[in-house]
């Protein structure tokens, strides 16, 4: 591990970017790491942009290969200084608590102290002033995080890589697909409860953006008959899919609390378990927005890409890569 007096700089041209631009800077702390962290994402967001953050830590690392990406969250850029974000800060199994909630960046890097990769983005044609509205609008009820949801969209992750492996067209294939879209059906909430890229990908829509996206983590294991806005969601190879707006419910008062509890490993099956059983016995058509994962809004249009860095925690290192907007 190399350490200076300073530190050091080293550009290079990005391979898959001409007009961009890739440095590397090594530090002697992780505090100054981490204000390096800070200080670039103050300096790159926008209100309107989204932020996808990933993370080095094992769980992280584990989404990672179920999603084959580098994003495990997402969140939205609201104010010099602040974010919107939905997340399970109390971490635990119940679907009742924690959610979407503004924070502010120092609390929200502390709160992903592990980053791997940051990038933002930013969509164009974003009416700014209209996406606030939205998210102030939607803040006036409480939004809970679908812990239960998210697991069982991990779980049809996990089952169609499974089904990919197996031969086109086979019992095993076509029993597989079917448990994807009963896992699909299972995690369906419309807009009760929102994960991180639901919430992100609902604003948008509240606000008039028409985002299209090329390609669909789950997509092509809904060939058992899912449809979504009256058509199909794209098969394999996939197709760009046109994304509809929702329809839009009656905001209810309420106030979000932010906790973390330490969850015992019995109760939190107890909660998981009791989720799931709920999920079961509430039928709600899925959207679109209830399958939407980081990576999926990661390479939809019109997102572009204005800044990403890949944080190296035990070389205290920052490799940036910027894009200039067209």
Known sequence: MRRGNRQQFSEAASPNQADGSASSSVFHTSDELDAAVQRWLRDTIQPGDMVLVGGSTVVSRFIQRRLNSDYTHAALVTGE??????????????????????????????????????????????????????????????????????????????????????????????????LVVSQINMAADGDKQMHCAEYVTRMYWSAGLALHFRQLTLAHSNDGGLVIHDRPVATRPAKEVDVEQTRRRRPQRSTATMSIVARSAPLAAFDLCRSLAKRRGDRTPVDLADVVFPPDLAAAAPMVQVGRIQVDHRELTIRSLNRALP
């Open 81 to 178: 200084g602040t974010i919107v974000e939905s997340y399970d800060y109390r971490l635990s199994m119940g679907e009742n608590d924690d959610g979407v909630t503004e924070t502010n960046l120092t609390d929200f890097h502390a709160r992903h102290a592990k980053i791997g990769v940051l990038s933002v983005y930013r969509p164009e044609g974003l009416d700014v002033n209209a996406v606030l509205e939205q998210i102030q609008r939607h803040s006036q009820r409480h939004i809970p995080y679908p812990t239960a949801g998210m697991v069982v969209l991990t779980l049809a992750v996990t089952t169609t890589r499974i089904a990919d492996r197996q031969r086109r067209g086979s019992l095993r294939e076509r029993l597989l697909r079917r």
